[in-house]
């Protein structure tokens, strides 16, 4: 699996015998598993580890029942929304959350499995935004919406082996963002 956004960690390798003090002069030895640490944080780097982009969405969001809402999910300016997927995810009280769709392009983008299409994605390039339009709104509307993204070509390899996107998690990278809350009046 490919390490999240943010998620790199170096690690140095420990001398088996414990530290030594200044100006020892005995010989550390190093155990063959004290080498595992030095090797994943060169993986993690060759893996191209990068800052965590910042994903901003409005804490709370209020409409009326009936009514169409867009949520939006803003990458920081490091992050172009031209080439990531935007997931959303709808997490309602006492429930874990559920994938709703992934969205890159009008011609590209997935529903999740039994998501109705009153849920539709969006971007405005130009704002380095995605969205999640809600039509009809209804009761069972009310909840905590997250936004993440993915690369696109994680996406592509994924679809060419075969795996349903609409059935799985989607592989995300970076932290969720704060979420929305959808309360209807």
């Known amino acids: 699996m490919t390490p999240p956004l943010g998620g790199c960690r170096r690690m140095l390798a420990q001398p088996r015998d414990g530290p030594r003090s200044p100006g020892s002069t005995k010989k550390t030895e190093f155990s063959t598993m004290s080498w595992i640490p030095v090797l994943l944080a060169l993986f993690t780097h060759w893996a191209g580890c990068v800052s965590q982009p910042m994903l901003n969405q409005p804490p709370f969001v209020s409409s009326p029942l009936g009514t169409t809402i867009r949520l939006a999910c803003t990458l920081s ?109």
Request: hydrophobic share 25%; net charge neutral; charged share 30%.
């Open 77 to 185: 300016r490091d992050y172009d929304v031209r080439i990531y997927n935007i997931y959303w995810y709808q997490q309602r009280p006492g429930h874990p959350p559920r994938f709703l769709l992934r969205y890159f392009s009008h011609s590209d983008h997935s529903q999740g499995f039994k998501i109705p299409p009153r849920f539709s994605g969006s971007k405005d390039v130009a704002k380095n935004t995605g969205y999640l339009s809600i039509s009809g709104l209804q009761p069972e509307d009310e909840a905590m919406y997250y936004c993440s993204l993915g690369f696109q070509v994680l996406d592509k390899e994924r679809e060419m082996r075969g795996e349903r996107r609409e059935e799985k998690e989607p592989a995300v990278l970076g932290s969720p963002a704060p979420p929305d809350t959808l309360t209807l009046n």
